[in-house]
């Protein structure tokens, strides 16, 4: 039998912290039985959460602390106040001490990303982090990145991107070669960054890689490829706007629906319609993202999330972790390494 | 009685042509009796629709070529093959010439702005075009720019898109001091590019401007801004994500809906719902977009849409310059001109 997967959890982080954090692990231990958990968090909340879920407190242990950093600490006041303190710290410190396989928080993204990078620091030939997340399309999820760690970023940076994504779909969406577009914005000769036309065709170059060319932003949801790179600016862009014209669309049907009376007796005829929409578009399924690029594997859950959303997040978490994340992404960067790596007979490589 | 309103349309443009625009100017004309066209493509081709449409056909005079750019062409081979010959060219020249207010095409994008920028220059000012669209909001349309015309841009572009934005609202939405807002990544430190503070800065400083602050990508269907400006890439990726994701929910829905009988049942009792959701969502109502930032008016209506959808942007047209756009812009333009254009006492206006 395997390792169990080791994961520490900042209870404290999110909206709500240990009572949503809690249960979400317990759900996820569900599906996932060969887990530990280390719980980083103010311990009279986490036991108190714990005692109704016997089975995640026999694989669990406690790390106790006071501090925990606010939603709305600036990530360098979290890094000035709850470095080596902070629930959200010690999770990632459980990482770094190679205690724990990966770290789970719904906390601050601004605060859990730089200390993250200040702790585990970046994997030898990426410069920066990334977030990834996953779309759903209409032939299943693709893998998204950077949804906003970092804003801009030369062809080295997207090449980066695309192999680091790459990695990310064959570990959670298990597909072999899965296809990489790039986002741009048509292929009509006076557009496109040139960043954006070099990195595509260093990608064309890459035997590892599945490139299939540009992705408009109606591609990411038309499934145009499995990962979709693009730099964290329009990245996160392009996902708030989809996120808002579901959330429009949704909410302009439920209102309605509300109108007449007519109108509510369809919805009881047509509710499996309806739940099967709003299954398709639950954002717990699609919660969180995941922090790419470090020596070590971080997940960022939605902070507003509640515990079954939480629990999508821990089993990400644990599908990276089982299914060997940084070492295919390492892999790719060795065989694939000369497309990101500066060559270290040239002059740069020694400034 | 005021002057008519003067519309050059482009007979040739678009997926269609002439048997989309001159139906589609046919319905306009209808809700806008003080119009006059004149409909330039192939004689013979306009005749044959024109005479299906006595009204428009007696408001109407035809400049006749046989040339047309096409779909497909390149903006440099569109300049070539199709200047001072094609459909599109030749309806822009009208607006250069003063025989037209306004021209409209369902043609090439990229073709129409580089014939337009060729020909008609750029307003006193400003430096690169912009294409700015009503984007559908929880209250209302809001006007977003730029959609792609120009990729990239300092602090002063913005500030110019910022100006023309706000005169397109007061125009097409009218409301008399619409709020702007920049679409940014969200407030934290470290996110946000310098141009787009720096704009901030500028635009909070502007009497003539109801500056609001940045807006997310959600916030732009929120609500959050009359007037959302971004530069043209990241405009473009939040339009197409955004239209992609409301094509996948409504193909979803259907499908959902047709996979059961009591779904088909239910669907009949909510008809109305779902046709005030499909009215919402329409794509016809918010067709096209406007040319902005040069010296005449330019509307381009989507490629592929019907005379319905045509008639939309025949509307915006005459709207534009029934509200009289340019005065206003160029108003603005005087008025914060300091924000946007080189103060003429410095070196760099003199290069």
């Known amino acids: 039998m395997p390792q169990k997967v080791r994961i520490a959890l900042d209870a404290m982080g999110g909206d709500v912290g240990a009572a949503v954090v809690v249960p979400g ?26 005692a109704k879920h016997p089975a995640l407190k026999a ?54 990303m730089a200390m993250a990078r200040f702790h585990l620091h970046m994997l030898e030939g990426i410069d920066r982090p990334a977030i ?25 940076h997207l090449v980066a991107l695309a192999i680091m994504g790459s990695a990310m779909a064959r570990v959670l969406l298990n597909i072999e070669r899965p296809t990489v577009g790039l986002l741009n914005i048509g292929t009509e000769e006076i557009k496109g960054h040139e960043e954006i036309r070099e990195a595509g065709e260093r990608l064309r170059a890459m035997a590892a890689l599945n490139y299939v060319g540009f992705v408009e932003g109606d591609g990411i949801g038309g499934g145009a490829a499995d990962v979709v790179v693009t730099e964290g ?92 994340l940084l070492t295919k992404i390492n892999q790719m960067l060795n065989r694939e390494g000369g497309g990101i790596v500066p060559d270290p007979s040239t002059p740069e490589a020694v400034s």
Chains 1, 2 share one sequence.
Do not use: C
């Open 233 to 324: 600016f329009s990245g996160n862009i392009a996902l708030k706007a989809a996120e808002g014209t579901a959330r429009q669309i949704s909410d302009f049907l439920r209102q309605a629906i509300a109108q007449s009376w007519l109108s509510k007796i369809g919805y009881l005829f047509a509710k499996s319609a309806f739940r099967s929409l709003r299954d398709k578009l639950d954002p717990k399924k699609a919660n969180g993202g995941v922090l790419l690029g470090l020596r070590g594997v971080v997940v960022k859950s939605h902070g507003g999330t509640d515990a079954e959303g939480f629990a999508y997040a821990v089993d990400w978490g644990y599908e990276m972790v089982r299914y060997d």
């Open 132 to 156: 990834a997340g996953l779309w759903p399309t209409v032939r299943g999820d693709s893998v998204v990145l950077d949804l906003g760690a970092t804003i801009g970023g030369d062809a080295r």
């Open 59 to 112: 694989a669990s242990r406690i790390i106790h602390t006071e501090v925990a950093v606010s939603m709305e600490d600036k990530p360098s006041q979290a890094l000035r106040r709850g470095r080596k303190t902070s629930s959200m710290w010690l999770a990632i410190d459980a990482v770094k001490k190679g205690e724990a396989d990966v770290a789970v928080s719904a906390g601050n993204t601004g605060a859990l």
């Open 25 to 50: 692990a317990a759900i996820s231990l569900n599906r996932y039985p060969d887990t530990e958990f280390v719980l980083v968090g103010n311990r009279a909340l986490i036991e108190e959460q714990l």
